[in-house]
């Protein structure tokens, strides 16, 4: 009997489950069951989505879960894998443009106007300095891709120093120990609606490797 490979995917910051509704037709398509779900990822912090998050895969039956998560719905992944007991139920994750040592954008944005982030929480949760307070960096033996963009066609893109998606640098994509890493030449807002973003994510669902 064939193994249902469920996957959750996790929208980013100011977006909702259809955001990502175009790579669950992309994974539905080479054999996945995919699952598209709101977080309140625009006023609050990142991490306040844990619990919904966990109640999810607590109450879950499937064998295997993997996880993808796009720019902020990766950091929410490793909070889960880091704080949750129902991270052995996960098998692989993949995380596509996400900010994982914090973003430099964000930083930006305190020096212009703290008033904003206290207004937009999820932003300010992703500042390189409350990222690195978390320590997410125990992955408890669960193989994690990352996926970087490198089109930085964004107006934001230029804020940034080194080469990047128009959102997040490629710097920031990456932390000790993922299994591996990739870049496509996709922007930030865009990546995560490509086919070849989609056929990568299931290589490594399956592989574990790129």
Not at 40 to 52: A, N, R
Not at 76 to 102: D, E, H, M, Q, W
Not at 198 to 204: E, Q, Y
């Amino acid at each position: 009997m064939n193994i249902i490979k469920k996957v959750i995917l996790i929208h980013g910051y100011f977006r909702k489950s259809k955001d990502m509704k175009l790579l669950s037709k992309n994974l539905s398509a080479l054999g996945y069951y995919p699952v598209c779900m709101d977080f309140p990822l625009t006023f609050k912090s990142f991490v306040d989505s844990f619990p919904i998050l966990e109640d999810m895969i607590s109450k879950d039956k499937h064998d295997e879960i993997y996880l993808v998560g796009h720019s902020t719905g990766g950091l929410l992944i490793r909070y889960f894998i880091k704080k949750s007991p129902y991270a052995n139920k996960i098998k692989r994750c993949v995380l596509i443009a996400a900010p994982n040592t914090g973003s430099e954008l964000a930083d930006t944005t305190s020096n212009i106007s703290k008033t904003f982030l206290n207004i937009f929480r999820t932003l300010k949760s992703i500042q390189t300095k409350n990222i690195n307070k978390l320590k997410l960096n125990d992955i408890k033996n669960i193989d994690i891709g990352v996926i970087a963009g490198s089109k930085k066609s964004l107006v934001f893109g230029h804020l940034l120093d080194s080469e990047n998606d128009g959102r997040v640098s490629i710097s920031s994509t990456k932390f000790d120990g993922i299994k591996d890493f990739i870049i496509l030449d996709y922007g930030h807002k865009k990546i995560h609606h490509k086919y070849e973003t989609a056929r990568l994510v299931d290589i490594f669902l399956r592989d574990g490797n790129f």
